[in-house]
């Protein structure tokens, strides 16, 4: 599979094309992507609403946001992504406590400190690298 992928990628690039990857942000997997029913069994990193409920993956949680950065950019490295598209992102004040982030709405400050690490490690990898999200409260950021 992985074959296929590296030979479009050089193929594209022999046509002026750049090719990329994509992630669902806070579920990492899209549900309509995920052929190979991929899933990640850390609840540690999820979210947790005010009543202690799990969420999304949380931005914020520094070794999810670690592992985040170090997924997309190892796999545009050896591929030569020069896109990474994130979809389904969406941000909401956590209370873990175990994420090292004060609890509720100032969690949100960390959630955006985490993908601004990520976008950092992916800017790394290729100085033009295009970031291209069409999802969540990506807008409010801006």
């Given at each position: 599979?992985?074959?296929?992928?590296?030979?479009?990628?050089t193929?594209g690039r022999?046509?002026?094309?750049?090719?990329?990857?994509y992630?669902g942000?806070n579920?990492?997997?899209?549900?309509?992507?995920?052929?190979?029913?991929?899933?990640?069994?850390r609840?540690?990193w999820?979210?947790?609403?005010?009543?202690g409920?799990p969420g999304?993956?949380?931005?914020g949680?520094p070794?999810?946001?670690?592992y985040?950065?170090?997924?997309v950019?190892?796999?545009?490295?050896?591929?030569?992504?020069?896109?990474?598209?994130?979809?389904?992102?969406?941000?909401?004040?956590?209370?873990?406590?175990?994420?090292?982030h004060?609890?509720?709405?100032?969690?949100l400050y960390?959630?955006?400190?985490?993908?601004?690490?990520?976008?950092?490690?992916?800017?790394?990898?290729?100085?033009?690298?295009?970031?291209w999200?069409n999802?969540?409260?990506?807008?409010?950021?801006?």
């Amino acid at each position: 599979k992985f074959k296929r992928h590296a030979h479009r990628v050089t193929h594209g690039r022999a046509h002026g094309v750049y090719i990329g990857d994509y992630s669902g942000c806070n579920s990492l997997f899209c549900p309509h992507y995920n052929e190979y029913g991929n899933h990640l069994d850390r609840p540690e990193w999820q979210t947790r609403d005010a009543e202690g409920r799990p969420g999304a993956f949380c931005f914020g949680a520094p070794e999810f946001a670690k592992y985040y950065a170090r997924t997309v950019a190892d796999t545009a490295r050896e591929y030569g992504f020069r896109i990474h598209c994130f979809d389904f992102l969406g941000l909401a004040p956590c209370f873990a406590t175990n994420h090292g982030h004060p609890a509720g709405r100032d969690s949100l400050y960390h959630q955006v400190l985490g993908l601004v690490h990520i976008m950092t490690r992916l800017n790394e990898v290729d100085p033009e690298m295009m970031v291209w999200s069409n999802s969540g409260n990506w807008a409010e950021f801006l």
